[in-house]
């Protein structure tokens, strides 16, 4: 099992640019979501999804979209991409009232 | 208004000495408090699951334990591979979302 992927590890944009992040779990797992960690933020939410056609926004979503077309995959997409949306990306899956098991992360970075 | 704050920011301890961290939270009808442990440039990493007050669960050198209002992870003679960021994170009832704290930054000294 390869857990909870993400692609691509580091990405440079510039401001204006769109791009999609990709995660990927092989573990069957219903819940999915993204979180943006900042320095002296925390981990903020910013969608997540309960299963297939399912979504719903968390604490930042703004700028920010998600679609859940089958229970592997659920991309995030940077529709014109800004300094403020620099940040570390981690995207987690779990069995609803469970825990959630992490991603590597995404290291974003707008100029 | 923090649903979870997390205390202290940091702390450094010696090789050998014990301490505990804390993880308070004001979310109604919890449905599962998350202990995680994150190294730098990497994702975190599950620790434990607490469900209700009373509950204890433990790892190795790590114990954690929930009451109504706070959990506590305890660190039992700690080595200088403890040393990471311990976040916290709650479920609220009639929700999915996970909310994190900032977490509670941890350097064990040889």
């Known amino acids: 099992n390869a857990g909870v992927t993400q692609t691509p590890k580091f990405q440079v944009l510039k401001t204006g640019q769109s791009m999609t992040l990709q995660c990927a779990q092989d573990?069957?797992?219903?819940?999915m979501s993204w979180y943006r960690q900042d320095p002296g933020m925390g981990l903020r939410l910013i969608h997540y999804?309960?299963?297939?056609?399912?979504?719903d926004q968390g604490e930042v979503p703004n700028g920010y979209n998600v679609s859940r077309s089958t229970t592997e995959d659920f991309p995030l997409r940077l529709l014109s991409a800004a300094p403020s949306q620099t940040s570390v990306y981690f995207c987690?899956?779990?069995?609803?009232?469970?825990?959630?098991?992490f991603g590597q992360g995404t290291r974003l970075t707008v100029v | 208004e923090d649903q979870v704050t997390q205390s202290p920011e940091a702390l450094r301890l010696q090789e050998g000495e014990s301490s505990s961290l804390n993880c308070s939270y004001t979310?109604?009808?919890?449905?599962?408090l998350f202990w995680y442990r994150q190294d730098p440039g990497k994702g975190p990493e599950f620790l434990f699951t607490?469900?209700?007050a009373g509950e204890e669960k433990e790892k190795e050198r790590l114990k954690a334990t929930l009451t109504k209002k706070e959990s506590f992870l305890h660190i039992t003679a700690p080595k200088p591979e403890d040393s990471a960021t311990y976040l916290c994170?709650?479920?609220?009832?009639?929700?999915?979302?996970?909310?994190f704290g900032k977490g509670t930054k941890l350097t064990v000294n040889p």
């Open positions: 979310v109604s009808g919890l449905r599962g």
């Open positions: 607490l469900y209700s």
């Open positions: 994170a709650v479920r609220q009832g009639g929700s999915e979302k996970l909310v």
């Open positions: 987690a899956s779990g069995v609803r009232n469970t825990e959630a098991f």
């Open positions: 999804s309960v299963g297939a056609g399912i979504t």
């Open positions: 573990m069957n797992h219903e819940y």
